[in-house]
């Protein structure tokens, strides 16, 4: 295994921040841990005596079940908790919880919260533990985005001088912020294309170029990116109504056929289909859906093996 010039960090707490080198570090690790997932006993050693815990106190169907299987793959001890069943439902707060959970040593704690910040305020907390943000609030998801790039570098073999296209809901969105500053770092260029409503100004002052329309944001596109309507998060409509919205916006392969006939999909899902994505463009060859589900579980063997036992083997500069 390659040894990363740069010291990663205690926490995987989001994407901002990462080199070049360090993003490297974690794709190239996780490359070594998907030929696991092909034996018949997908099982190795490395973090025998370990214990996870995989707290997620926001529904997630990909995140929580692949870290969980990343574990066992590792052979981790691995402990589930979720808000409910968990005595944060009886008031106690989530400092108290997590101090609690720390007293029983636990090598690493994933968290998917709601709120964003919340990782970021256990990592202040847990001075002892690896905390691994599975998802914060309207902030980041570096795992997502680590997963993403990993099979965006292998169906396409590189990851800078991309033109890579969102569409939909990058307000509301953690897997955009995450994407674009991992994507920006490795030397690609983002677009979104959304409605006015949602692809307000902030976004071309972060250097993203904006479009309102499907026919000249994919024009040149090398992957596009499905992101769906957050309707969990803020109130706020932001369409007249989905039927409106899938009218102008949705990814079919006629567009995706006429403006960039050899683009690659990613839909980081959930997705709905019909909505923002056909069921044609989600099923057919140009989809690495089910590459990104896969290759989500070795990255998060990467990234639970980087941040426990992968922080005592020395870095080589
Ligand atoms: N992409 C993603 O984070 O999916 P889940 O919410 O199902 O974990």
Redesign the pocket.
Known sequence: MKHCGEKLGQHLLGIAGLSKEQIAYYLDTAETFLEVGTRSVKKVPTLRGKTIVNMFLE???????SFEIAGKRLSADTVNISSKGSSMNKGETLIDTAVTLQCMQPDAVVM?HASSGSPHLLASYLTDTAIIN??DGLHE?PT?ALLDALTVRKALGRLNDLVVTFVGDAYRSR?FRSDKILLETLGSKVRLIAPPTIAKNEFKDLGVEVFFDMESGLKGSDVVVSLRMKHEYLNDCFVPSLSEYSRRFCITENLLAKYCPDCIVLA???FVRGTEISSEVIDGNRSFYTDQVAHGVAVRMAVLYLHTIGKEVSYEV
Do not use: E, I, Y
Request: aromatic residues 0%; without cysteine; positive net charge.
């Open positions: 529904d997630s169907t990909r995140t929580r079940t998917r599975a998802g998801h997502q897997v980081p899902g959930p």
